[in-house]
């Protein structure tokens, strides 16, 4: 799950973080009352679920009240588009306005998880403002990189060598550390899967504050963070994905042409990999779980035929757990509920396999049925190429 940069910053605040002073707004009257507290220089940012707003003018520097309130103008209902956000953009529906502050250097600070070691890791680089893959891909000795004991944690030490590393002034040391032991205790508490500064800004008066924050958490521990899921803001989000999550089901949409409904995300993961090597684009990511039931395979399909980008779908089940005859009967369910005017492969294996293969021939509708996985993707692809 995502949120905005002043609700990561609100966080971060709570642990210590120095953050700049500032408020969200959702008209330009606001801006223009929160400019006139803070003072004659702001900053007024565009606040969206992507990065890269500055070059696409969702950021702005505003030298009075009266021209914040008119960049808001501009900015509110705009389409900002980003790197992030693909050519369609998204609409900025809320402004953050914060103090100006005297900018002596930029550094970069990011704790995600490492799967290979098993732990998170902190990295930290004096190239900030920028983005950190460029720097990772073509200069990666710049970035420092600290492994966490998931059972001491954040070391004293560990917070003083990133400092020294990335060339923060010694007078500022301890403010940075501070700082960054603050940074790690939220993500650790909060269960994020990503906390990231950046730009983290020294001052010309020797002050350590985090320029920007974002905070990514992970969606199976929110049952017990309550107050971060009162965060979500779900026009940011695809609603389809949307509509999944109220199922239990695992979906993200791409923008390829073949839809996949697969149980299991090892399968699911293997199965949009085989429709590459055929030539073709996954639409989704879709895994119904281990032990779906009918509704969930129905509801599934429903998903997969709302989007219109689908050409074709592909269903890659393994009858373990979940019975492929039940599995079949969903998807019969399904297209007749739904009407899909689009050619669907079914490749079935496991427990119940020709029960399964026989509710679809038996349907009366024009499924594909297929023995492997090689065939399905390759049917799939060809099928989704004569749409």
């Known amino acids: 799950m995502k949120i905005h940069e002043y609700q990561s910053k609100n966080i971060l605040r709570e642990f210590g973080v120095s953050v700049p002073r500032g408020a969200v ?99 930290a680089s004096a190239e900030g403002g920028v983005d950190i893959e460029e720097v990772a891909a073509v200069t990666p000795e710049r970035i420092i990189k600290e492994f966490i004991n ?76 309550r107050e971060i899921l009162e965060l979500r803001d779900f026009s940011e989000e695809d609603p389809l994905e949307i509509r999944a999550s109220r199922f239990g089901l695992n979906y993200i949409k791409l923008d390829g042409t073949v839809g996949c409904m697969v149980n299991g995300a090892g399968l699911a993961m293997a199965t949009m990999d085989i429709i590459k090597y055929a030539g073709g684009n996954p639409a989704n990511f879709l895994d119904v779980g281990g032990g779906a039931s009918r509704d969930q395979v129905r509801n599934a399909f429903q998903i997969l035929l709302s989007d219109p980008n689908v050409k074709a779908v592909l269903v890659n089940i393994f009858g373990g757990i979940m019975r492929c005859d039940i599995v079949a009967a969903g998807v019969v369910e399904a297209v007749k509920a739904v009407g899909a005017n689009v050619p669907v492969v079914v490749r079935l294996e496991g427990t119940n396999v020709e029960n399964g293969r026989d509710i679809l021939r038996q349907s009366g509708l024009n499924f594909t049925v297929a023995e492997g996985m090689k065939e399905a993707a390759e049917k799939a692809v060809q099928l989704a190429a004569r749409e």
């Open 150 to 225: 998931p059972v001491t944690g954040f070391a004293g030490y560990q917070a003083r060598k990133l400092a020294f590393g990335i060339g923060i002034p010694d007078a500022s040391v301890g403010k940075a550390v501070r700082l960054m032991t603050g940074l790690y205790r939220a993500f650790e508490e909060k269960d994020a899967s990503l906390a990231e500064i950046n730009p983290l800004v020294l001052t010309a008066e020797g002050e350590v504050v985090a320029l920007d924050a974002k905070m990514n958490f992970d969606d199976n521990a929110l049952y017990r963070h």
């Open 25 to 123: 707004a959702y008209n330009a009257d606001e801006v223009y009352e929160i400019a006139q507290r803070l003072g004659a220089v702001v900053a007024v940012k565009a606040q969206i679920h992507a990065g890269g707003r500055g070059k696409g003018g969702g950021v702005q520097i505003a030298g009075s009240a009266e021209e914040a309130e008119r960049i808001a103008r501009r900015m509110l209902g705009m389409k900002l588009v980003t790197h992030q956000t693909g050519p369609q953009g998204k609409e900025v529906q809320r402004i953050l306005v914060e103090e100006g502050l005297n900018i002596s250097k930029e550094y970069y600070l990011g704790i995600v998880i490492d799967r290979s070691s098993q732990q998170a890791v902190y990295m």
